[in-house]
C-alpha cells in the first residue's frame, strides 16, 4: 500500500507540474500571436503612410510638371522680350516704358527661384520620407520572420506535451481503476474502524462531559471567589475599571434617534424650501421662457439645484451614527468619534448657505428694481433681506458649537469635562434663536408674498410657487420649534455626568462619601482608548493583491489540486456508500434479531401445545381436541415457513374455525416428527433466500456505483468541453471587436483620404485659376505695351518726314 501510495503521489505530482506548465506555454503562444497582430497591423499602417507619401509624390510630381510647362511659357516670353530690348537698343529711338519691363522681368525672376527651391526642398523631402519607409519596411519583415519561426517552436512544444499529457492522462486512469478495486477492498476494515471508532466517540463523551462539568464548577469558584475587588475603601475602588448604567445608555440611544428624525425633517424643509425657490426664481422677476434670465438669477438656480448634495450627506451621517450605537456600550463625547462626520458635513452645509446668501440679495434687489415694484413691496424686501441675514448668522452660531461638541473626541482639541454643559446649553439658546429666525423670515415673506399677488403682473403660476415655499417656511418652522423643545426639555439629561458608576456601589452617586467615584488614570485611559479607535478607523486600508496576480495564482492552485480534489470527492463519495451499506446492514441485522425472537416464540407454543396434547391423552374422548390442536401445530409451522412480509399480515393466534375432523393420534405423532424435519429445511430457505436478495443487492450497489463513476468522468468532461467552449466564444467575440474596430478605422482613413483629395484638387483648381488670372494680366500687359510700340512707331516716323520736309 505503501508504494502505491508512493508511486501514485509522484504520478500526481507529474501531472500538475505538467499542468502548470501547459497554461504558461498557452499563455506565451498567445502573447506570440498577439505580437504577430500587433506586427501585421503595423505592416498596414506603414503600407497606408506609404500610399500616402505615393500619392503626394504623385501631386507633386503633377504640379512639378505644370511649374515647368509655366516656366517655359515664361522663358519663351522673357526671350521675346529680350529680342524685342535688343532691336530697340539697335535703333536710336527711346524705349517704351522701360521700368515695366524691368519690373516684369524681375517678378518672373523671383517667381522662378521660389519654385525651383520648393522643387528642390520637396525632392529632399521624397528621399528622406523614401529611404526611412524602405528601412521600416525591412525592419518589420525582419520581425515577422522571427515571431513566425517562434511561434513553429511554440507549436511543437505544445503539440509533444499534449502527447506526454495524454499518455500520463491515461497511465492515471488506470491506475485510478486499480486504486477503486483496492478502496473497495479496504471497504471492510473502514467498517471495523468505524465500530472501534463509535466506541472511542461514546467513552469520549463521557469523558466530555465529566470534564465539563467540573470546569463549570471550577469557573464558578473562580467567578465567584477569586477576584479581589476591595469595595470598601474608596482610593482603592477608584482604580477599578468602571461600569457603564446601562439605563443611561439606553436614554442617551433613544435621545440621538429621536434627533436624527428631527434633523431628518429639517433637511426635508430646507431642501424643499430651495427647490421651490429655484422655481420662482426661473418665474419671476422674468420669464426663462419669454424673456431670458439674469446671469444672477442663472447662477442662483444653479446653486439651488445643488442643495441635495449638502443636505442629504447630514441626515445620512447622524442616522449612521445612531445606527452604530450599542446597549453595551458608554456614549459620551469623549467617545462619540462618529460625531466630527456630522460636524464636518454641517459645516459644509452652513457654507452652502453663505454662499448662497449674496445671491438671495442680489435675485431680491432685483424684484425691487422691477418697474411694477411699488415702494411697500421694496420696503417687504429690505425687511425679508435682514431676517435672512439673521437666519444665516444663527447657522453659523449654530455651526460652531456643534463643531466644539465635536471636536470633544478629539485628544488634541478636547475641553475638560466641567465645560460640556455649558456647550448644550449654548446649543440650545442656538436652537430657539434659529427657531424664532425662521419663524421671522417666513412672516415677511408671507407679507411680501400676499403683496405681490396683488399685482397685476402675478401669474397662476407664481402664485402655486409662492404657496409652496410658504408651505415648505412653515414646516420648517414646526421642525425647528421641535427641535428648540426637544433641546430645552432634555437640557438635564444632557448635562449631567456621565453614566457610569463603579464597582460595589448599587447607585451612581455616593452622598455618604466624598471625593471623586473614580480615579482620574481609569478616565484618561477610556480617553486614550477613543482616540484610538478613531485612528484605527480613520487609517487607510491596506494595499490589496492585483487581480492579475489573484487570478494567476489561483489558476496555478487549481491546477495543483484539482486531481486531490477529485479523488477527496470520490473518498466521500464511497464512504457515503458504505455508510449507506452499513445502515442497510444494521437494518438486516435488527429483521433477523426479530425474526429470531419470533421463531423461539413459536418454538414455545408448540412446546406448550405438546404438553397440553400428552395431558389429554390421559383423557378419553379427546379425538376431537387432537385434531384441534394438530391444525394449530400445522398452522405454526407453516406461518414460520412464510416469508416476513406475509407473517406480519396474518394474525399470530388464528386456529381454524371450520368443522373439527377426527384424527387418529398415531397420525398426529408423525405430523408431529415431520414437522421438525421441515422447519429446519425451511430455515434453511429461508436462509437462502435472504442471502440471495443480500448479493442482489450488492451487485446491484456495484453497477449503480460503476455508472455513477462513468457518468461523473462524463459530466466533468462535457464540463471542460463548455469551459473550452466559453473560452473560444470570448476569443471569437474579441476577433469580432478587433475586426469592428479595424473596419472603423478604414473608414476613417477612406474618409481622410477623400478629404484630402478633394482639398488637393480644389488647391490645383484654384492654382489654376490663379494662374490663368495671371496669364491674362500679362497678355493684356503684353498687348499694352506692343500697342504703346507701335503708337510711339508711329509718332517718330511722323516726327521723321516733318525733319525730312
Known amino acids: 500500500m505503501a508504494d502505491l501510495t508512493a508511486k501514485y503521489q509522484k504520478l500526481a505530482t507529474e501531472y500538475a507540474k505538467l499542468k502548470a506548465q501547459v497554461p504558461v506555454l498557452k ?38 510638371q505644370q511649374l515647368s510647362k509655366r516656366v517655359m511659357v515664361l522663358q519663351d516670353e522673357l526671350e521675346t522680350l529680350e529680342s524685342q530690348k535688343k532691336k530697340h537698343k539697335h535703333k536710336g529711338g527711346e524705349t517704351p516704358s522701360p521700368e515695366k519691363l524691368q519690373h516684369s522681368t524681375s517678378v518672373y525672376g523671383e517667381e522662378l527661384q521660389s519654385k525651383i527651391e520648393e522643387n528642390a526642398k520637396l525632392h529632399s523631402k521624397l528621399q528622406e520620407v523614401s529611404t526611412s519607409y524602405e528601412r521600416q519596411i525591412v525592419d518589420l519583415e525582419e520581425r515577422i520572420r522571427t515571431s513566425e519561426q517562434d511561434r513553429s517552436q511554440h507549436e511543437d512544444v505544445v503539440s509533444t506535451l499534449r502527447q506526454t499529457s495524454k499518455t500520463q492522462i491515461e497511465r492515471l486512469q488506470q491506475e485510478k481503476a486499480m486504486v477503486e478495486v483496492r478502496l473497495q477492498s479496504q471497504e471492510n476494515e473502514i467498517k471495523d474502524y468505524r465500530s472501534r471508532a ?88 422674468s420669464d426663462g421662457v419669454t424673456e431670458p434670465l439674469s446671469p444672477t438669477n442663472t447662477k442662483y438656480c444653479k446653486y439651488l439645484h445643488e442643495n441635495l448634495a449638502y443636505l442629504r450627506p447630514v441626515d445620512q451621517s447622524l442616522k449612521q ?40 440679495i442680489l435675485s431680491l434687489e432685483e424684484e425691487s428694481q422691477v418697474s411694477s415694484c411699488t415702494s411697500t413691496l421694496a420696503t417687504k424686501n429690505r425687511e425679508l433681506l435682514k431676517s435672512l441675514a439673521r437666519l444665516s ?30 456647550f448644550f446649553v449654548l446649543l440650545s439658546t442656538a436652537l430657539e434663536h434659529l427657531h424664532e429666525s425662521i419663524k421671522e423670515v417666513s412672516k415677511h415673506y408671507n407679507s411680501k408674498v400676499s403683496l405681490e399677488h396683488q399685482l397685476p403682473t402675478a401669474t397662476q403660476k407664481l402664485k ?58 481609569v478616565t484618561e485611559f477610556r480617553q486614550k482608548t477613543a482616540s484610538y479607535l478613531s485612528s484605527l478607523s480613520s487609517r487607510p486600508r491596506p494595499d490589496s493583491v492585483p487581480h492579475r496576480v489573484a487570478v494567476q495564482n489561483r489558476k496555478t492552485l487549481l491546477s495543483s489540486a484539482e486531481s486531490k480534489e477529485g479523488l477527496a470527492k470520490q473518498i466521500a463519495v464511497f464512504q457515503d ?31 406448550k401445545m405438546e404438553q397440553e396434547l400428552e395431558m389429554l391423552r390421559s383423557s378419553s374422548g379427546v379425538g376431537s381436541a387432537m385434531t384441534s390442536v394438530a391444525g394449530s401445530i400445522e398452522d405454526n409451522i407453516d406461518r414460520i415457513s412464510l416469508p416476513t412480509s406475509e407473517r406480519r399480515t396474518e394474525s399470530t393466534g388464528s386456529v381454524s374455525s371450520g368443522p373439527i375432523e377426527t384424527v387418529r393420534v398415531g397420525q398426529l405423532d408423525m405430523r408431529r416428527e415431520s414437522g421438525s424435519g421441515d422447519a429446519e429445511t425451511r ?23 460503476s455508472k455513477a463513476v462513468h457518468f461523473h468522468a462524463e459530466v466533468r468532461a462535457l464540463h471542460k468541453q463548455l469551459s473550452l467552449a466559453e473560452r473560444s ?57 506692343r500697342a504703346q510700340q507701335t503708337q510711339s512707331k508711329g509718332v517718330l516716323g511722323k516726327v521723321g518726314k516733318k525733319t525730312k520736309k
Open 577 to 607: 456508500k458504505v455508510g449507506k451499506l452499513e445502515q442497510e446492514k444494521e437494518h438486516y441485522v435488527l429483521e433477523l434479531q426479530l425474526l429470531k425472537i419470533k421463531y423461539d416464540n413459536e418454538q414455545q407454543k408448540v412446546k
Open 27 to 64: 499563455k506565451a503562444y498567445l502573447d506570440e500571436q498577439t505580437e504577430c497582430s500587433s506586427t501585421r497591423e503595423q505592416l498596414k499602417e506603414k503600407e497606408q503612410s506609404m500610399r500616402k507619401f505615393q500619392q503626394e509624390v504623385e501631386s507633386l510630381s503633377f504640379r512639378n
Open 198 to 285: 463509535e466506541m472511542a466517540e461514546q467513552k469520549l463523551n463521557t469523558v466530555s462531559q465529566d470534564l465539563s462539568g467540573r470546569l463549570s464548577s471550577a469557573n464558578k469558584i473562580i467567578s465567584d471567589k477569586l477576584p479581589f475587588i476591595d469595595t470598601r475603601h474608596r482610593d482603592l475602588n477608584g482604580l477599578n475599571l468602571p461600569t457603564h448604567d446601562r439605563k443611561h445608555q439606553l436614554r442617551a440611544r433613544e435621545l440621538i434617534g429621536q434627533a436624527a428624525n428631527l434633523v431628518g425633517e429639517l433637511t426635508q424643509g430646507l431642501s424643499n424650501f430651495f427647490t421651490y425657490s429655484e422655481q420662482r426664481s426661473r418665474i419671476y422677476p
Open 321 to 360: 451614527f445612531s445606527e452604530d450605537l450599542r446597549d453595551d456600550s458608554l456614549t459620551i463625547l469623549e467617545t462619540a468619534t462618529d460625531l466630527q462626520d456630522f460636524s464636518k458635513n454641517f459645516s459644509l452645509l452652513v457654507a452652502y448657505c453663505n454662499r448662497l446668501l449674496p445671491y438671495q
Open 393 to 422: 448668522a444663527t447657522f453659523n452660531k449654530l455651526d460652531t458649537y456643534i463643531t466644539i461638541l465635536a471636536t470633544q473626541s478629539k485628544q488634541s482639541d478636547g475641553h475638560p469635562q466641567s465645560s460640556h454643559p455649558r
Open 464 to 521: 402655486t410657487t409662492d404657496e409652496c415655499v410658504v408651505s415648505s417656511l412653515v414646516s420648517l418652522v414646526t421642525s425647528t420649534g421641535k427641535m428648540s423643545a426637544f433641546m430645552s426639555g432634555n437640557l438635564d439629561f444632557f448635562t449631567e455626568g456621565a453614566g457610569y458608576r463603579t464597582r460595589g456601589s448599587s447607585i451612581g452617586t455616593e452622598p455618604s462619601c466624598e471625593g471623586p467615584r473614580s480615579h482620574p488614570a
Open 729 to 785: 466564444k470570448s476569443i471569437a467575440e474579441e476577433e469580432l471587436k478587433a475586426a469592428s474596430q479595424t473596419m472603423a478605422q478604414l473608414k476613417d482613413e477612406l474618409q481622410t483620404t477623400t478629404r484630402s483629395y478633394e482639398g488637393q484638387l480644389s488647391m490645383m483648381s484654384e492654382h489654376l485659376a490663379g494662374m490663368n488670372e495671371k496669364l491674362a494680366q500679362q497678355k493684356d500687359e503684353i498687348d499694352d505695351l
Open 683 to 705: 430455515e434453511q430457505l429461508i436462509k437462502e433466500h435472504f442471502t440471495q436478495r443480500i448479493n442482489d443487492m450488492t451487485l446491484q450497489l456495484q453497477q449503480a456505483d
